[in-house]
């Protein structure tokens, strides 16, 4: 089945510094999303990118859809402890099974004040 | 607006009990979802319910059985719960129609097996 590269597995950074992580796909997705899950919670959804080359931004976060739709790149600039969390990118195609989300195995985020 | 609600938040089994995991949705949604997360391995699909009066097996299906009761819920059954299935598991529901809008997740179950 589809498998998604999500990179880096894990990042420490300071506050302040901005943030890159990517995701990448043998094959295409129709729909490329990205998820933060903190301590003790389930994933929230943070961006949707549903053409491919949209850049789509949401306060300090910024993801991409690749233009070959097999990749997608989440950027946090400034970040704060707040950010502090795993970051997962998804991928979706429609129609049947095809229908549901493959997940990347995150990207967890830590912040030193 | 609670979203998707699982109970219970945390359990603890002996090896070869069995327990079911709840969820609700008051979302509307027509599909849900059954995940469980294990460290480094990100979230991996266990069942999914396009419809109501449907169920199909995602990923890692076995040792486990769901039931979409109606659309509002979806439960996750272990009939002989192994230390395997020692995990966190978030039930989810989204809208399949046209461009996905995204998952709603709970806020997990966490089950210990020992």
């Known amino acids: 089945g589809q498998q998604l590269n999500q990179s880096p597995q894990s990042m420490f950074i300071q506050e302040g510094e901005d943030v890159s992580m990517n995701c990448t796909s043998s094959s295409i997705f129709n729909t490329w999303l990205w998820y933060k899950q903190e301590p003790g919670e389930g994933p929230v959804l943070l961006i949707a990118?549903?053409?491919?080359?949209e850049l789509t931004s949401n306060g300090r976060l910024t993801a991409q859809f690749g233009i070959t739709r097999k990749d997608s790149f989440l950027n946090i600039s400034a970040s704060i402890p707040s950010d502090v969390g795993i970051y997962f990118c998804a991928g979706q195609n429609y129609g049947g099974s095809q229908g549901n989300l493959i997940f990347g195995k995150g990207t967890k985020l830590s912040v030193k004040p | 607006n609670a979203g998707v609600t699982q109970t219970p938040k945390f359990q603890v089994l002996k090896t070869g009990q069995s327990m079911t995991l709840q969820c609700a949705q008051d979302m509307n949604h027509n599909s849900m979802y059954w995940y469980r997360q294990d460290p480094g391995m990100g979230l991996r699909l266990i069942y999914y319910s396009a419809s109501e009066g449907t169920t199909d097996k995602g990923e890692v299906p076995n040792g486990y059985n769901v039931s979409r009761l109606n659309k509002r819920e979806f439960s996750l059954r272990l009939e002989s719960a192994a230390p395997s299935q020692t995990s966190v598991y978030f039930c989810a529901s989204s809208n399949r129609q046209g461009n996905l809008y995204g998952y709603t997740f709970g806020s997990g179950t966490r089950l210990t097996v020992v």
């Open positions: 990118l549903y053409k491919a080359g």
